[in-house]
């Protein structure tokens, strides 16, 4: 759901780590979940995807953790480059209303050097 | 493939006015297209789902006569935002879902409305 007038919660790491941004979804109809990064004054970018039916899925550098039994969703981002600074939503996809994506709260996270 | 653009990038008014953004699916073509505004700080909100040759459908509590959204080709659809306020002062941003897939969304890099 929304948080209006609240501040992102902010994660900062050290260059090489790993993060853990974690996500909380509403609906338990949800059946697709992304993940996306948004930098700065642009629109969100597409990092990875689950489906109800999964529990894990990896990418690049990225995995996505999804526990329906709680209702949470987690993005590891494996050796954190400073170029992974950005804000990062989730987003959940309930079935059946034509694709429109709920988005989480966000989480700023910052890379130190 | 699947760019979506959005024009103008950022776009300053005086209180009253009206202001368009246009949103394209520059490589493919959009069934479905959907408007989401983001205040600073905060996550995106959707404000409308708009579908090519019908009327857009709209979240609870987002005023349809004040946001004019037109979806008159499947790679094009527009938002006005009618008399403008200091309050409409916002990041917009759409989001294109082709016609194959409507879990696929593509977004475009947003426009930033300032009202004076």
């Known amino acids: 759901g929304e948080s209006v007038g609240l501040h992102l919660p902010t994660l900062s790491v050290q260059e090489g780590d790993n993060s853990i941004i974690n996500c909380a979804y509403s609906n338990s109809a949800s059946d697709y979940f992304i993940w996306y990064k948004q930098e700065s004054g642009k629109g969100p970018q597409f990092i990875i995807d689950?489906?109800?039916?999964?529990d894990k899925r990896q990418g690049q550098r990225v995995t996505v953790l999804l526990n329906k039994t709680v209702k949470h969703l987690s993005l590891q981002i494996a050796a954190t480059q400073p170029g992974d600074s950005a804000v990062y939503f989730c987003?959940?996809?309930?079935?059946?209303?034509?694709?429109?994506?709920?988005f989480g709260q966000g989480t700023e996270l910052s890379v130190k050097p | 493939g699947a760019v979506v653009s959005q024009h103008p990038s950022r776009v300053i008014c005086k209180s009253g006015t009206s202001v368009k953004i246009e949103c394209r699916s520059l490589d493919f073509q959009a069934t479905t297209m959907f408007w989401y505004r983001q205040f600073p700080k905060q996550s995106l909100m959707l404000m409308a789902t708009s579908n090519e040759g019908s009327k857009a459908t709209y979240e609870q509590g987002v005023e349809k006569d004040k946001f004019l959204i037109n979806h008159a080709s499947l790679t094009l659809s527009t938002l006005t935002v009618t008399s403008a306020h200091p309050e409409d002062s916002s990041f917009y941003i759409c989001?294109?879902?082709?016609?194959?897939?409507?879990?696929?969304?593509?977004f475009g890099p947003g426009t930033r409305l300032l009202v004076l």
């Open positions: 989001s294109a879902a082709p016609g194959t897939s409507q879990e696929t969304q593509y």
């Open positions: 689950i489906r109800s039916n999964m």
């Open positions: 987003a959940e996809n309930i079935g059946n209303q034509g694709g429109k994506l709920i």
